[in-house]
């Protein structure tokens, strides 16, 4: 079982641009996102090394860079199960002032609250003594007070990783439910049209976060992601011209079985010729693509064939001989 800790540490280094753009919204416009960001686990475990030996919470220091050109820091604290600590005001404050010391440069800490125990809820440090006056206030987030309908709303793909935290608030729910959520979640996904990159890491978020505890869950779950990735995989040139090349293929009276042979290039090593067992099938796919405005360069390379051919094609179609393939030929 992967730990929740690891599992937002690593999802915060994948979408850390969405990351700053969801909870930092308001003041993004000063960020240099172009610059990137310094993700500064070793330090931090140097500052703060008593820490490693807490899993019930996440941390991870940001290092950026504004668009004047200054340097900040982002200290992003995250409790991934809820437990009573009275004195979590005191270890934020704690993290601020030790990251102060070392770097003396702006830092803007934000918690991250996923349980829904809200007598830890902090927004802030405050002490007085004798006239002296502490108080560190930070930036929260409860994800307690928001709901999936409202999360499923927001064009961020961070906003999926706060709904999949969501799912597991509360008390676990049983596979059947589980699984419906996340189906629906992985949906949402392939909805949002996000890159490919950010997809793959929202799905393993989704799938470790929160565990089925029948494996058979996990197979089903397995099963429905590969249906969906193979319904949304992007359509390469060569498909799309095979694709089209099908439909061509029926509008002209071929065969299903024999369209299909009309491969673009090689098909496990068979020739378009070949496949569709005569000179004319070669002659037909060559003629189609070059009818739709493909060059000869590209049809030579796109189906494999010498560009003596293409040519040999192209001189018949600029006669008026455009090579035409019906079932009756066949």
């Known amino acids: 079982m992967i730990r929740k800790d690891t599992l937002w540490k690593a999802i915060i280094e994948e979408l850390i641009d969405d990351f700053i753009l969801f909870f930092f919204a308001e003041y993004a416009h000063l960020i240099d996102f172009e610059s ?6 070793k330090e931090l475990q140097q500052i703060f090394p008593e820490s490693e030996t807490d899993r019930r919470h996440a941390d991870k220091l940001i290092k950026a860079k504004l668009k004047d050109g200054s340097i900040v820091y982002f200290l992003i604290h995250i409790e991934v199960q809820g437990y009573d600590d009275e004195f979590f005001d005191r270890r934020m404050y704690e993290y601020g002032y030790r990251i102060d010391d ?3 440069l702006p830092l803007t800490a934000l918690a991250i609250y996923t349980h829904p125990n809200k007598a830890t809820h902090f927004r802030s440090y405050h002490r007085e003594f004798l006239g002296t ?3 560190y206030e930070f930036p929260v987030y409860v994800l307690a007070d928001h709901t999936l309908a409202e999360l499923k709303q927001i064009d961020n793909p961070f906003a999926i990783v706060m709904a999949t935290a969501l799912m597991g608030l509360k008390r676990k729910p049983k596979d059947t439910k589980l699984l419906d959520l996340k189906r629906e979640l992985v949906k949402n996904l392939y909805a ?14 989704i799938r470790y976060y ?12 397995e099963e429905e992601i590969d249906s969906l990735i193979q319904t949304n995989k992007p359509m390469g040139i060569q498909e799309a011209i ?5 439909k061509i ?7 299903v079985g024999k369209a299909e042979g009309i491969e673009v290039g090689k098909a496990e090593g068979i020739e378009i010729g070949e496949a569709l067992g005569e000179e004319k099938g070669l002659k037909f796919a060559i003629a189609q693509l070059l009818i739709k405005d493909f060059s000869e360069e590209q049809t030579s390379e796109l189906l494999s064939v010498t560009l003596e051919k293409v040519k040999e094609v192209a001189a018949e179609i600029a006669a008026g001989n455009i090579p035409h393939l019906s079932s009756e030929e066949e």
Not at 192 to 205: H, M, R, T
Not at 210 to 221: R, Y
């Open 192 to 205: 949002k049209g996000y890159p490919k990159s950010k997809i793959s890491a929202l799905l393993d978020f």
């Open 36 to 41: 990137g960001f310094e993700f500064l686990d």
């Open 133 to 135: 006056i502490q108080h």
């Open 102 to 104: 070392r770097y003396k």
């Open 242 to 246: 095979r694709t089209e090349l099908l």
């Open 210 to 221: 929160v565990n089925f505890t029948n494996s058979e869950f996990s197979s089903k779950f």
């Open 249 to 255: 293929g029926k509008a002209e009276g071929i065969e």
